[in-house]
């Protein structure tokens, strides 16, 4: 379990909703119970199973990331959304923190920043997109990373580079708060060095709209890839390995937490 101690430094917890814990009916309704009642009825407004138990995770590892980074009883946190859906709370005060879902993992971000974003992506969509997937979402990529991406042969590697482009894309748009609410090509990212699961950490810093922006991204599997960035500050730089220090939560660890805090 983390500690207290760790609430200074950069914190990355994923949680994987398809923990075998949620699958007992009982365990489910005792963490529900936990939330406001508008929240459990949001989450249990999803028809999917699997998408109610990521819903779920969800508020439940923004409760113990919050709890155990500002050291308050999860009860007395209130936690809102912003307008086009960032998730904020007033308790943070000089941290922020974000949050992504995919493929049943849940993911969260916290930094003494003003702002952050995170963003999970999964390599298997891309089989869902269609042959000419590249040519549909044309227009969220600027000319340099189209051309990156046209120039590589259909495939894995090609599905691979599509995934980190869209996670970079994608954590950019909820450091800002914007979402998919704005036009994507000009997040430019440039060309990509070659990059495979099989490496550690990618480090990358691009200026965009007059502001010095960190990006970092690490493959948590040969699906899915995670992407942070904040607003660089004069200390950043390619040596920061944030994402080397990713904490992996049971559903059992958290409730475990939760429940003793009630």
Not at 210 to 221: E, I, P, T
Request: glycine residues 6%; hydrophobic residues 40%; aromatic residues 10%.
């Amino acid at each position: 379990m983390l500690v207290q101690e760790r609430r200074n430094e950069p914190l990355i917890l994923v949680c994987d909703s398809r923990d075998t814990f949620l699958d007992d009916d009982f365990q489910f309704e005792a963490l529900l119970r936990l939330l406001s009642l508008q929240t459990q009825r949001r989450i249990l407004n999803r028809k999917n199973p699997s998408l109610r138990k990521t819903a779920l995770c969800n508020q439940l590892l923004q409760l113990f990331g919050i709890s155990i980074t500002t050291g308050l009883p999860f009860h007395s946190l209130s936690l809102e959304i912003a307008t086009l859906g960032k998730p904020t709370c007033a308790a943070m005060t000089g941290l922020a923190f974000n949050m992504s879902n995919c493929d049943g993992r849940t993911a969260m971000y916290i930094d003494a920043a003003t702002n952050v974003g995170i963003d999970l992506a999964c390599v298997s969509d891309c089989h869902g997109f269609g042959d000419d997937y590249l040519g549909t979402f044309k227009s969220i990529f600027s000319c340099q990373e189209y051309h990156t991406l046209n120039q590589m042969a259909p495939g894995a590697l090609r599905d691979r580079k599509f995934t980190h482009y869209w996670s970079l894309k994608e954590a950019y748009t909820k450091f800002t708060g914007t979402g998919l609410n704005c036009d994507l090509s000009k997040t430019d990212m440039g060309t990509l060095e070659a990059w495979s699961p099989a490496d550690q950490i990618f480090t990358i810093f691009r200026d965009i709209d007059g502001k010095r922006m960190f990006f970092q991204s690490k493959w948590l599997d040969s699906n899915v890839v995670v992407s942070i960035c904040k607003q660089a500050s004069i200390q950043d730089d390619n040596s920061e390995q944030i994402l080397n220090g990713i904490t992996n939560l049971t559903v059992a660890e958290m409730a475990a937490f939760l429940h003793s805090t009630k």
